[in-house]
């Protein structure tokens, strides 16, 4: 395949850091052939010329990308957008649920698809709003707004999500509040003496 | 639906996991009493986690006792005794088993259909005694369910998966407050609303696959146009966490807890169970979606 995200392995709407990240790690994958790989010398420096050629064609892309117009960015009816926008702030989310459904299948946008991701968030279901945010910004892969929206709400599922653990003073602390030193939680034994585990663990 | 909500055991320790066992074996005995015997058959630990939860709210302590069961004659066993909470718990539970079968009859073909209509029909006398218990919630459940049924039987202009599952919260949210005080009822629900959310995308999850080879209803699957990848899988997960982020909220607000082996039990399924076994859930729904791929 032909593909540069498929040569890279990353999906289309990955990060300039994930790109970056993939092309670090494809290429490394084709690094210099040690003893017994000589005579495929040739097919290795065909495929990392490839992979160089996928990432740089991806980014000249990305860079060069026409930005659309603002008659595309934004919905069709310049007010609805502001009206989401405002019904967002005041925390009427069920009425902008409502407005948004109200507009026509053709006023589907990057800005209509971005709008109900934030509507979703904000009524707590999560799975809409990534599965929409991912939509607008397939639409449009460069909006500054919508890649932040998305990072934002995926951090803070990863980082905050609950992940526990329950040290041996049978005390749970959240793994985000900080490790141990000594990674002793749950371990007899340790006689390890930190502001984590406040005091010997 | 049943059968998520479960306890880390390796984690538990001793008396926590007998203090398990005995709400387990407690909630099935007195089952046999308030509802009969063959309800017994529904009993499972999704309702243990309601028990511990309605002993903490309610005030109340489980006293343990030792009892022989018709399941384990040899040896008697420890028991929670007759309480408020494992008799809310055994009527919930017969309410429960009873409109789930009727739903199966109705949206359900086939195998899974005439499993329904004879599983109504054995639970029809517990639920006959469930719902002159409790009445209102009878009706709130049975409301709830139709409420559920008529989303998925209509197209939605815009897919959602989480608007059932919103649903079948506010139905968990109503199981878990009812008959509360107004101040604890409000924490109760806003637990049941998180579990019930959580619980309706796992087993969505769960079912992925076999649904869309049967062409069977699942929420995930009008969602991810008929064609989940591993990035839906991800954002499933990431929405999990999500709705446990919700209940912890919750949990935190509660203020005093039945017993310290109940804190710990409601902390373990919370914190260690319910995470596990989406993890799980996923990974097998992961598995066979690339054996699909390899051998469609």
Request: proline fraction near 5%; hydrophobic fraction near 35%; glycine fraction near 6%.
């Amino acid at each position: 395949m032909n593909d540069p995200y498929y040569i890279l392995g990353v999906s289309r709407d990955a990060t300039d850091r994930e790109l970056r990240a993939a092309y670090k790690r494809r290429k490394k994958q084709y690094r210099s052939p040690t003893l017994g790989q000589r005579d495929l010398r040739d097919l290795t420096d065909a495929r990392k010329k490839q992979i160089d050629e996928a990432y740089r064609q991806i980014r000249r892309a990305r860079r060069s990308e026409p930005a659309l117009s603002f008659a595309e960015c934004v919905l069709p009816d310049p007010t609805l957008g502001a009206q989401v926008r405002v019904l967002l702030e005041e925390g009427n989310f069920g009425e902008a649920d409502a407005l948004l459904r109200r507009a026509p299948v053709s006023a589907r946008n990057a800005e209509w698809y971005f709008l109900m991701g934030r509507v979703q968030e904000q009524r707590s279901y999560f799975l809409d709003a990534l599965h929409m945010m991912d939509s607008a910004l397939r639409i449009d892969p460069g909006n500054a707004e919508y890649r932040t929206a998305r990072e934002t709400l995926k951090q803070t599922l990863e980082e905050q999500g609950i992940s526990c653990k329950r040290s041996r003073k049978g005390r749970w602390s959240k793994a985000d509040w900080g490790e141990c030193c000594c990674e002793c939680v749950g371990e007899i034994g340790c006689e390890c003496c930190c502001e984590v585990c406040d005091g010997p663990c | 639906m049943l059968g998520y909500i479960r306890t880390d055991a390796k984690e538990l320790r001793l008396r926590e996991h007998e203090s398990y066992r005995a709400l387990y074996c407690g909630l099935c005995r007195r089952m046999g009493k308030c509802t009969g015997q063959c309800s017994r058959f529904s009993l499972s630990y999704d309702f243990v986690f309601l028990a511990a939860l309605r002993y903490s709210f309610g005030r109340e302590i489980p006293e343990i006792e030792k009892r022989r069961c018709p399941v384990h004659p040899l040896r008697p066993r420890p028991m929670a005794k007759p309480s408020e909470a494992l008799t809310y718990c055994a009527h919930a539970s017969a309410l429960l088993t009873y409109h789930k079968c009727r739903d199966d009859c109705r949206d359900e073909r086939g195998g899974r259909r005439l499993r329904g209509y004879l599983a109504r029909g054995f639970f029809r006398p517990a639920y006959r005694k469930a719902k002159k218990a409790l009445p209102e919630l009878d009706l709130a459940i049975r409301e709830s369910l139709s409420a559920l049924s008529d989303y998925e039987n209509t197209p939605d202009a815009v897919p959602s998966a989480d608007r059932p599952a919103a649903l079948f919260g506010e139905l968990m949210a109503t199981v878990f407050s009812y008959g509360l005080s107004p101040s604890d009822a409000r924490v109760a629900a806003a637990m049941g609303r998180a579990v019930g959310h959580w619980i309706y995308l796992v087993d969505a999850a769960d079912d992925l696959v076999e649904d869309q080879k049967k062409g069977r209803f699942n929420p995930l699957l009008l969602l991810f146009e008929n064609s989940p990848t591993s990035e839906d899988l991800e954002r499933v997960k990431l929405s999990l966490t999500g709705q446990l982020m919700r209940g912890e909220q919750a949990l935190l607000l509660m203020d005093s807890f039945a017993t310290p082996e109940i804190k710990e039990i409601i902390y373990n399924i919370f914190y260690l169970g319910l995470p596990s076994c989406a993890e799980r859930v996923l990974e097998k729904a992961e598995k066979q979606l690339s054996q699909e791929k390899r051998d469609p």
